[in-house]
């Protein structure tokens, strides 16, 4: 199986901060990589895709980047409603698909 | 645009079989390159791919999930379905349903993502 890594686990961050969050997978996968955002209670929502790929309707302030093993979703600038946790997920070993472990973004 | 709804028992008792329907609607479960996922969250952790149906009925699973787990899917009521056997308390969870879908990219190749998911059931193992 492949495993995805994300850190940091957890992270502290205000309004208008600039966020990266880093998923490592344990042998390459291409660009066959995608970032999710949960809200408490909700279920997942698809920001990228594809390593890099924005999903419709996704505002631009998110972006990917990555290839091979190492990949990062960065938000430019945070806005309120973007306190979630985010969790990667690869699509390389499919069917086998598997996710990273999450990352909580908290309000400093 | 697609929505999807699970349905199914809240409680289950352990060594029983948990079944868990989810109804597509807004769009036809046959078209298009999508598989129809089944994912699940205990409280407080990650995100666990329990198995897909592609509407056709070819099914893949988790390895490690394989031999308790059977995912179909109903063309004519435009649902798929999950049953998973001898649950125990490790069962419990939110069972989310997803449409994943398959692109096949002219430069980066076959693409897969979920892009559509149902707002999570509820499941408890307990007698």
């Known amino acids: 199986d492949i495993q995805m890594t994300q850190s940091p686990s957890s992270l502290s961050a205000s309004v208008g901060d600039r966020v990266t969050i880093t998923c490592r997978a344990s042998?390459?996968?291409?660009?066959?990589l995608n970032w999710y955002q949960q809200k408490p209670g909700k279920a997942p929502k698809l920001l990228i895709y594809?390593?890099?790929s924005l999903q419709s309707g996704v505002p631009s302030r998110f972006s990917g980047s990555g290839s091979g093993t190492d990949f990062t979703l960065t938000i430019s600038s945070l806005q309120p409603e973007d306190f979630a946790t985010y969790y990667c997920q690869q699509s390389y070993s499919t069917p086998s698909i598997t996710f990273g472990q999450g990352t909580r973004l908290e309000i400093k | 645009q697609v929505q999807l709804q699970e349905s199914g028992p809240g409680l289950v008792k352990p060594s029983q079989t948990l079944s868990l329907t989810c109804t597509v609607s807004?769009?036809?479960?046959?078209?298009?390159?999508?598989?129809w996922n089944w994912i699940r969250q205990p409280a407080g952790k990650g995100l666990e791919w329990i198995g897909r149906?592609?509407?056709?009925?070819?099914?893949n699973y988790n390895p490690s999930l394989k031999s308790r787990v059977t995912i179909s899917v109903d063309t004519s009521k435009n649902q798929f379905s999950l049953k998973l056997s001898s649950v125990t308390a490790a069962d419990t969870a939110v069972y989310y349903c997803a449409r994943c879908i398959e692109v096949v990219h002219p430069l980066r190749g076959v693409l897969e993502y979920m892009d559509v998911w149902g707002k999570g059931t509820t499941v408890t193992v307990s007698s």
């Open positions: 594809a390593a890099s």
């Open positions: 149906s592609y509407a056709s009925g070819s099914t």
């Open positions: 042998q390459s996968i291409s660009n066959d």
């Open positions: 807004g769009g036809s479960i046959s078209s298009g390159s999508y598989y």
